[in-house]
């Protein structure tokens, strides 16, 4: 919590009080046919949005997506929530955090029972209630996944970051799971990505992890994404829970506010380029071959076929509803940004949205890496549902001290490392090389050891029967051999650059266990 900033002598207004900046930005496409459930892909902005970590209050996401299961019934979407969401960004437990955002993959088992932000990082820090950290099973042989987030290389500012989720056929369906007569599908939901100096799969959802309630709840078998194909026609928004304000009272009674800059990135023409080209693909656009390869048919490349793809368009459309309240209001006393006033939502082509900002915001010359920074000083205008709070000038002479004062960072409350368990599935049968370490960008290390693919600890907690996880090893096998991580699989941007991960992450795989075997980080812990 940020502290109050005092009134100075002589100012009419009364103090300042802590506040927040919340809400959703909205970027509507058009909807595409339900035969497109085999996942997407897309390439979304990654930026600074402040230029200094505010602290451990800071929660926002850039600009990402919900991926649900298709199960034809509206009513059971809302009751049995599930889906695969995370993104980019900042979140209240981040450890080791720094103004460039990091990636989780935000999977969430039945009404957020668990969820899983990637292999060993799930909800709570509490291995005796894992509530999901082994829900997501590594696959890469390049990359290490940090519990805290998928590290970007520091100073990212404007640059694409390709990601998608697409199903692989790695397991087989079971008809029992867990010993009970419910069926577990076998769709393992993958992360793919296209970066500028890491391209492919890097971590699967278990089947285990989607399907493990229907042992407790039999009718709901077979409704998630173990199973079902997704919901092409996804939100596209981004959910900003906490950016730091201040809020006062001047004497003539006028409701006043300030916002910790906040920038997003800007090219020459003025437009944030914030999303772009979102596929929805059919199953076939890669399961098939990989199926066909697995049951001894000829290698598959890998690489996602977009004749079997949709590109959503964007309608031009967009809309915020970020607004300016102090922790003590309630819902109708948030008032939301007059965001029309400095931002116009605009598709620079039908398949890139962004928002053109006001000609007071920009300056001449931008470079590629450009910011533009938000309004800073507000003030409340109208009333009732036309309430919206209104930029003003930070050289208006009626803009108290006490707003002036500097939004300092918050603390961040909790800097301990992450340490997975001694014993149980990591140390049997255990790791067979290591530990390294890796000194990531944020100012952690990353200790990580060698596990043989199928030893590691999220599939000997995925359900699996010794000849199951003998299977899986086989063809994770043949992916290590063939699958390289500078070869094409997601479609590429047809505009802007790629972002890359921090060069730390990658890494490569000791002599003797070039394939089958996976980098698994069981410590994370503050540079010294």
Sequence with gaps: MLSRSMLAIGDDAMPAVDGLMDGYLGAPCERVDKAFGGGFSMYVAAWPLLDEY????????LFGTWMHAQ????????????????????????RFATATPKFIMGGVALNFSEWANGPGAGKGRDWADPSGKYGVAQLSPWVI????????????CGELFGYGYLPLPLTELKSRTSGVDVPTGNQCWTLFLNTANFKGPVAFFTPHFFSNVTVERPEL?????????SNPNRALQMETQY??????????????ARVAPTRFPVGSDGNSTLVHRVMSYRKEALWDSVQLWFDGGSEASGQIDDQQAIVHRFTGDGWSTWRISTWEMEGDERMQLDWPGFATPVASDPHTFGFRWDESLRRSGESENALVTLPEYYVLEGEGDSARWVPISDADADIPESLRHPIRPGPVDDTSPYVTPEDGCWAQPGPVAGPFEAHLGDGSIATYSWYRFVDQPALLNADLTDEERERLQER?????RTWAKDREYLPPPQSGSLASLDPAVIVEPPAGIEAGYVPIVTRQEKRL
């Design 54 to 61: 505010p602290g451990s209050q800071f929660q926002t996401g």
């Design 71 to 94: 199960v034809g019934n509206p009513e059971h979407e809302s009751k049995f929530y599930s889906d695969i969401e995370g993104g980019l960004g900042w979140w209240r437990d981040t």
């Design 145 to 156: 996944w940090p519990p805290d987030g998928l590290n970007l290389q520091q100073g990212t």
């Design 221 to 229: 078998a077979g409704m998630f994404l173990d199973n079902r194909p």
């Design 243 to 256: 950016v730091p304000a201040i809020h006062t009272t001047d004497q003539q009674g006028r409701r006043l």
């Design 476 to 480: 994770v096998e043949k992916l290590h």
